[in-house]
């Protein structure tokens, strides 16, 4: 059996400590990715995984740039609701919804519409037309600001138009500074 020599600045040594470190770190990196694709998602009132809302159409696709690991993408030539819902309620005030989307589409084409509606008298309280502003896969984020008189049960809803690859990762809700 061969002995090896430790002094000091060691080669194997090193080298060893070195790889120890790289597994730690990926070992930890790993644990922190599966949290976040098997988080559920729900933070709290006002913030939503597309993932975690009913849909019509698209399917749930893995993306490591999104929040949690996953989004919600529609295929083409396929049209529908990629999420809508999820019928909580909230207090009068005013408020601001921002929609997180992902496109891949040729600039200036509506890939789909983005809104904000009362579910129990079914009034769109704000809404507004996704238009494609690059031919490269574009992130971006949709805000849409509204006023509530009463407690009401909201819905968030974002319409798919079948064209190009359109995708929605998150909704986020809250009152603004005003209130």
């Given at each position: 059996?061969?002995?090896?020599?430790?002094?000091?600045?060691?080669?194997?040594?090193?080298?060893?400590?070195?790889?120890?470190?790289?597994?730690?770190?990926?070992?930890?990196?790993?644990?922190?990715?599966?949290?976040?694709?098997?988080?559920?998602?729900?933070?709290?009132?006002?913030?939503?995984?597309?993932?975690?809302?009913?849909?019509?159409?698209?399917?749930?696709?893995?993306?490591?740039?999104?929040?949690?690991?996953?989004?919600?993408?529609?295929?083409?030539?396929?049209?529908?609701?990629?999420?809508?819902g999820p019928y909580d309620w909230y207090d009068p005030g005013e408020y601001k919804t921002?929609?997180?989307?992902?496109?891949?589409?040729?600039?200036?084409?509506?890939?789909?519409?983005?809104?904000?509606?009362?579910?129990?008298?079914?009034?769109?309280?704000?809404?507004?037309?996704?238009?494609?502003?690059?031919?490269?896969?574009?992130?971006?984020?949709?805000?849409?600001?509204?006023?509530?008189?009463?407690?009401s049960q909201l819905e968030f809803r974002v319409w798919y138009y079948g064209i190009d690859?359109?995708?929605?990762?998150?909704?986020?809700?809250?009152?603004?500074?005003?209130?």
């Amino acid at each position: 059996m061969a002995a090896v020599q430790m002094t000091e600045g060691n080669p194997i040594r090193n080298r060893f400590s070195t790889r120890a470190q790289v597994a730690g770190l990926l070992a930890l990196g790993l644990l922190v990715a599966l949290g976040l694709l098997f988080s559920s998602g729900q933070v709290q009132q006002g913030h939503y995984q597309a993932e975690n809302l009913p849909r019509t159409t698209g399917a749930v696709v893995l993306n490591l740039r999104a929040a949690y690991g996953r989004e919600v993408c529609g295929k083409p030539g396929q049209t529908g609701a990629l999420i809508y819902g999820p019928y909580d309620w909230y207090d009068p005030g005013e408020y601001k919804t921002a929609f997180y989307l992902r496109a891949e589409a040729v600039p200036g084409t509506v890939v789909g519409r983005v809104e904000v509606s009362d579910a129990k008298t079914a009034a769109i309280l704000a809404s507004g037309d996704i238009i494609n502003a690059d031919t490269a896969e574009v992130r971006f984020v949709y805000q849409l600001a509204f006023s509530i008189r009463q407690t009401s049960q909201l819905e968030f809803r974002v319409w798919y138009y079948g064209i190009d690859r359109f995708c929605v990762d998150q909704v986020i809700t809250q009152l603004t500074a005003d209130n």
